[in-house]
């Protein structure tokens, strides 16, 4: 009767899983190609609803993980097509996450293809190159098709980074291959490619013969989003070599057929060759003209990159024409542009550390509830043998004690892998926290150097075309006293704001070396006795200062052994911290030191009597660039080296605490340095 029972209840487990596989099965292969085709459909109709339709897919059909993947491909893509960089990362980002769990290791080609496209959007050209060569070593184990279409996006970047030679061997390949083939249009473009590099080198002559050809191809076959490209190349030559009208008639064919295309980003960067040309020939206002219609089109676009490139080109246009006045706003705007795109390229790479991270913690997750499930089935498992060896005999018990061993090993060694994946996982994370920590600094950075940098180079452009109205007024005998002496004020007062801002760079430069707390130190740890050293170091400091701060000092007088000229250099830096920002207002300015011993430890709390700080930022008084006067003379590093130095020099600790009368900082030192030093560079082996 059990038996029977038994095998009803098999035969029940069975029919469920025949069922639910019967109702999930996912889409056969004809089932997918066309779905396929219909998420092609839709992004001919509109890019940004083929998006949508996407999702829709992805939640609603059963599809087998390669399919998932492929449909994720589709998505990134079109989210690139249409600006939308942050998510295309973040979808990629799943979208490799998938790959690692199929069968089909070249599925991998669309996550380093689109990144390099995503790259290359942002004008990271050098991070663009690296995805594209790792998407070529894939392209070469699927089709030859993918392998030259990858060789052209490289050789994109090649002229992008003005390494002309390595783009014209990928494009010349390009062009030898697409000789053998009966395909007009992939012909016409790798001949255009190809004279796009004899351009930038120069050679006119074998750029004029490669277009010719190709031109002819063109008008054959009506390509004429392709034809508009190679009128424009046309016309730079002919700007180039001085033939302007020739070069106005190419690039005005180029804009027509670019209008008729809907094509905008070529569009504004054809009406740019064509002011350069007006520009070139003379013809300035006509220059300012267009370059002020293709500004306001370029902002419409919101395209960072092209805003910044026709912003430069109107400030050296207003600057040869002595509008500096517009000079100087077209310069604002190209800094702003440049700024809002380092922005972007920030942000697509928060968003793909955000993404990395929160696929990895949904990895972890579901390997401990899989963990939890496995030991579940095991205790039911267990406790069914353990009652059927009850029943039936002693001989079935000692056969399900054997069992229930070899469930506990293969629990003990399931959860060292669930432990193994969960370090693995905690070593990447510290891995996104580094990257994202690293782009925050070097945005930071480039912002503090971008207003000097830029204030020097208008006044020097401004210097520059003084020097050449004087040196006109002099030869055409026309300078007066006045004119001379206007120019003298003018030309004192651009000195002292180049000077200005170079002592300023100076300064930013130094403080910048002061992050670098990881050094080689030329003098090894000594013993000194704290007290006495702090309160020689604190009196010493006081002569260097316009206000008189009281110092006092409290606890044991402890011996210790650690960097002495590091620890001095961070309690200065504390004082002047103090100084600057916390006794501003106050009169009788007082900073106490106490200091104790907790084990092998020494506790220094150092607490002055200022205005304090704001316990809603003491998270943030340690970050680069972080200041509460943005606009004043400091970079916002101070405290970051003072935390740098604790941490890294003298493997100790430093944090802000929340006070009611001014600022309370405490500092975890060890009392045996060398031993501290030892243990942490065995700890990071």
């Not at 038994?6 to 069922?19: E, K, N």
């Not at 291959?177 to 992939?186: E, I, S």
């Amino acid at each position: 009767m059990i038996l029977s029972f038994f095998f009803r209840i098999v035969a029940c487990v069975y029919l469920l899983i025949f069922s639910a596989t019967l109702f999930a099965a996912p889409l056969t292969d004809s089932e997918y190609e066309e779905l396929r085709q219909n998420i092609r459909t839709a992004y001919a109709e509109n890019p940004v609803t083929a998006i949508d339709f996407t999702n829709t897919i992805l939640d609603t059909k059963e599809l087998t993980l390669e399919q998932q993947i492929k449909v994720l491909n589709y998505k990134a893509w079109f989210q690139l097509e249409t600006d939308q960089l942050e998510e295309a990362m973040r979808t990629l980002v799943t979208y490799k996450a998938m790959t690692l769990r199929s069968n089909d290791p070249t599925l991998i080609y669309g996550y380093y293809n689109i990144s390099g496209g995503i790259y290359s959007k942002l004008a990271l050209y050098e991070q663009a190159l690296n995805y594209f060569l790792q998407a070529l070593e894939q392209a070469n184990l699927r089709k030859k098709e993918l392998v030259h279409q990858t060789e052209n996006n490289i050789g994109e970047v090649y002229l992008a980074l003005h390494k002309l030679d390595e783009a014209e061997h990928v494009f010349t390949q390009y062009y030898e291959y697409t000789k053998t083939l009966n395909k007009p249009l992939d012909f016409s473009i790798a001949m255009t490619n190809l004279a796009k590099v004899m351009v930038a080198k120069q050679q006119y002559q074998a750029a004029n013969d490669l277009l010719d050809r190709a031109i002819t191809l063109q008008r054959a076959n009506q390509f004429d989003y392709h034809l508009s490209w190679s009128y424009q190349l046309l016309g730079q030559i002919e700007r180039e070599t001085e033939n302007y009208p020739s070069s106005v008639n190419y690039i005005q064919q180029a804009i027509l057929l670019f209008t008729n295309s809907g094509t905008p980003v070529e569009l504004i960067n054809a009406k740019l060759s064509l002011a350069k040309t007006y520009h070139q020939m003379g013809e300035t206002e006509k220059a300012k003209l267009l370059t002020q219609e293709i500004q306001q089109q370029a902002k419409q676009l919101k395209n960072l990159s092209l805003t910044a490139t026709v912003s430069e080109f109107s400030a050296s246009l207003s600057e040869s024409t002595g509008d500096f006045e517009t000079a100087l706003i077209a310069y604002k705007q190209y800094n702003q542009s440049k700024q809002a795109l380092l922005l972007r390229q920030s942000n697509v790479n928060l968003a793909k550390a955000i993404a990395e991270v929160d696929i990895a913690g949904k990895e972890l997750k579901i390997a401990n509830l899989t963990k939890e499930q496995q030991i579940k089935a095991t205790e039911a498992k267990a406790f069914k043998e353990l009652s059927l060896t009850i029943t039936i005999s002693l001989v079935v018990l000692l056969l399900g004690a054997m069992y229930a061993i070899r469930s506990v090993h293969n629990q003990k060694k399931e959860l060292a892998n669930t432990l193994e994946v969960l370090t693995n996982t905690q070593s990447h994370l510290i891995e996104v926290e580094k990257m994202a920590s690293l782009t925050a600094l070097v945005s930071g950075m480039a912002h503090q150097l971008n207003t000097p940098i830029g204030t020097i180079v208008t006044a020097s452009s401004f210097i520059q075309d003084n020097l050449q109205l004087l040196e006109q007024k002099f030869h055409n005998k026309t300078l007066s006293p006045s004119d001379f002496n206007v120019f003298i004020q003018q030309s004192n007062t651009a000195k002292d704001l180049v000077i200005s801002n170079i002592n300023r760079l100076a300064t930013m430069i130094e403080e910048f070396k002061a992050l670098n707390v990881s050094i080689a130190l030329d003098k090894p740890m000594s013993k000194i006795e704290l007290n006495s050293f702090l309160t020689e170091r604190m009196s010493t400091l006081q002569s260097y200062l316009s206000k008189e701060i009281t110092c006092e000092f409290s606890g044991a007088e402890l011996s210790i052994t650690t960097y002495p000229s590091i620890l001095g250099d961070i309690f200065k830096t504390l004082v002047i911290n103090a100084y600057e920002h916390g006794f501003n207002n106050t009169d009788n300015a007082l900073i106490s030191i106490d200091i104790q011993q907790r084990d092998d430890q020494v506790i220094i709390v150092f607490q002055d009597n200022g205005s304090g700080i704001d316990n809603a930022i003491l998270k943030d008084i340690f970050t680069p660039f972080y200041s509460t006067n943005p606009g004043g003379n400091h970079l916002g590093l101070g405290l970051n080296v003072v935390f740098n130095a604790v941490k890294s020099n003298l493997f100790g600790n430093i944090c802000a605490e929340p006070c009611e009368n001014g600022a309370r900082f405490v500092i975890t030192l060890p009392i045996d340095g060398p031993k501290a030093a030892k243990e942490h560079n065995e700890a990071i082996k």
